[in-house]
C-alpha cells in the first residue's frame, strides 16, 4: 500500500482521511491495516511515533460502518487517560455523519458524559482499564457485542499494574473476536498476554524498539549544580521550536517550571499529581502553541503525540533505561528531525555509561560554553535591575502606615 487511496474502504473514510491531509502510511499502517481489514488478528511492535494509532482505528471504523449494529462494536484499552484523549479525538475527527461519537471512558473525570454518549449509541468505547472495569461492575456498559478489541501501548499497561483488570475485561467479551495488540516491547508478560488472548497473530516488528530513532541526535552535557539551570535556560533560548523537559519528579518539575517562568520562558507542567483539568489544559496549551516549552515527569514520556516537538531535555536521568527510549521518542517522530539532550552530573558518569550500555547506543558529550552561559546570566541579571526600580516605587497604603515592596535578591 503506497497510499491510503489505494485502501479498500469507503470513499467517506477515504475523504476525511485526505481531509485531515493523512495521504501516505507509514510503514506499520502500510503493514497492519491490510490483515486487520481482513479481520485477522495483529500483532505490531515499533518505535514510539510510527503511527500505530491510525493502523488500528481504520480497519476498525471501516468494520463498524459495514457491519452498522447497535451497541459497542469495539473496545480500545489504554493505560492513561490522556493517550484515550487523543485517540479519541483522532476517532471524532475522522468517523464522519456515519458514527456517533466515541465513548471516552477514563477516570479523573466526571462519568455523566461518559455514560451519556453510551446512552446515546456510541460504537466504539475508549478506555483506561481500572474505570471500565468499574462501569462493568456496576453494570453501566455492556461489552457482549464487542466485535474488535485493540490493545494498545500493551507493556506499558502491564507495568502499570492493570493486568489483573484486563483480565477481568476480557473474560467478558466475546471468544469470537478479532484482537489486535500494538506495544513498543515484547516483554515476557505481553507475551503470555498475546499468548491467551490472540488467535495466529500477524507478527509485525518494526526496527529496535530498544533504540531511539535515527532521526534523533543524542547529546550530553556534564553540568555542576549551580549550571545545570542555567544549562536548561541556554538550550531553550538557543531552540525555537517545542521543547519538552522532563523531570525524575513531581516536586522537581513543579520547581523547573516555575524557575523557567521566572526567567521570562513561558512553561507548563503536567505529572500525576495534577488534576486532570489541569493536566488536559497543559497539553492543549502545548499541543496548540501557547506554550513553547512543556515540564513533565514521565507521566508523559508515552502515549502522548505532539506534532513537531524539535527537543526534548532530560533535565534529571531516568529511573529505568527504557524511560530514556520513550522520553526521546517524543521528538523525531513521523520522519522528523529531532535533538534530545541529557545533563548530568560528574557523580553521575557512571549511571549514564550503564544506560548506554544498556540500550547499545552512544550520547555525544559536549563541552559546557561557559562564555555563553556567563553572557546569559548577565543578562538576566540585568533584567532583574531594569524591573527593581519599577518595584521600588510601588507604595501601598494601609491604615496607619506606609508599607514599600521591595523586591529581595
Not at 514510539?48 to 457491519?67: C, D, H, R, S
Not at 478506555?127 to 462493568?136: H, K, Q, V, Y
Request: proline residues 5%; aromatic residues 6%.
Amino acid at each position: 500500500m503506497q497510499n491510503f487511496s489505494e485502501l479498500p474502504i469507503s470513499p467517506s473514510l477515504k475523504e476525511r482521511l485526505a481531509a485531515a491531509r493523512f495521504f501516505l502510511p507509514t510503514a506499520v499502517q502500510a503493514a497492519a491495516i491490510p490483515p486487520a481489514m481482513e479481520g485477522k488478528d495483529v500483532l505490531a511492535t515499533a518505535q514510539t511515533g510510527t503511527g500505530k494509532t491510525l493502523a488500528f482505528l481504520i480497519p476498525v471504523m471501516e468494520k463498524l460502518v459495514q457491519w452498522n449494529l447497535p451497541g459497542i462494536g469495539a473496545l480500545v484499552l489504554l493505560p492513561t487517560r490522556e493517550l484515550a484523549m487523543q485517540v479519541a479525538e483522532q476517532f471524532d475527527r475522522l468517523r464522519g455523519r456515519q458514527l456517533a461519537p466515541a465513548a471516552l471512558v477514563v477516570g479523573g473525570v466526571g462519568e455523566g458524559p461518559q455514560l451519556n454518549a453510551i446512552r446515546k449509541g456510541a460504537r466504539i468505547v475508549i478506555a483506561t482499564p481500572g474505570r471500565l472495569e468499574d462501569f462493568l461492575e456496576r453494570r453501566l456498559v455492556r461489552l457482549d457485542g464487542v466485535q474488535t478489541l485493540v490493545l494498545d501501548e500493551a507493556d506499558r499497561m502491564l507495568d502499570m499494574g492493570f493486568l489483573p483488570s484486563i483480565r477481568r475485561i476480557v473474560s467478558i467479551l466475546p471468544k469470537e473476536r478479532q484482537t489486535m495488540c500494538f506495544s513498543a516491547t515484547m516483554e515476557a508478560s505481553v507475551a503470555h498476554l498475546v499468548k491467551d488472548y490472540m488467535r495466529n497473530p500477524v507478527r509485525l516488528a518494526f526496527g529496535s524498539t530498544l533504540k531511539p530513532s535515527e532521526n534523533v541526535r543524542l547529546q550530553a552535557f556534564e553540568v555542576s549544580a549551580e549550571q545545570k539551570h542555567g544549562v536548561l535556560c541556554h538550550l531553550l533560548n538557543q531552540e525555537k521550536g517545542r521543547c519538552l523537559v522532563f523531570s525524575r519528579t513531581k516536586r522537581g518539575a513543579d520547581r523547573v517550571a516555575k524557575l523557567l517562568k521566572w526567567r521570562g520562558i513561558d512553561a507548563a507542567v503536567i505529572h500525576g499529581d495534577r488534576s486532570q483539568s489541569q493536566r488536559t489544559a497543559a497539553l492543549a496549551g502545548f499541543q496548540q502553541g501557547r506554550h513553547r516549552v512543556l515540564v513533565a515527569t514521565d507521566v508523559a514520556s508515552r502515549g502522548i503525540h505532539v506534532e513537531n516537538i524539535a527537543h526534548v531535555i532530560n533535565y534529571d536521568l531516568p529511573e529505568l533505561a527504557e524511560n530514556f527510549i520513550h522520553r526521546v521518542g517524543r521528538t523525531g517522530r513521523a520522519g522528523a528531525q529531532g535533538v534530545a539532550t541529557t545533563l548530568f552530573s560528574r557523580d553521575q558518569r557512571t549511571d549514564l555509561f550503564q544506560l548506554e550500555r544498556t540500550l547499545g547506543l552512544k550520547i555525544e558529550r559536549l563541552p559546557v560554553d561557559l562564555g555563553s552561559l556567563a553572557k546569559q546570566e548577565k543578562e538576566h541579571e540585568d533584567r532583574l535591575n531594569r524591573m527593581a526600580p519599577a518595584f521600588n516605587r510601588q507604595l501601598v497604603r494601609m491604615p496607619g502606615e506606609y508599607l514599600q515592596a521591595q523586591m529581595q535578591g
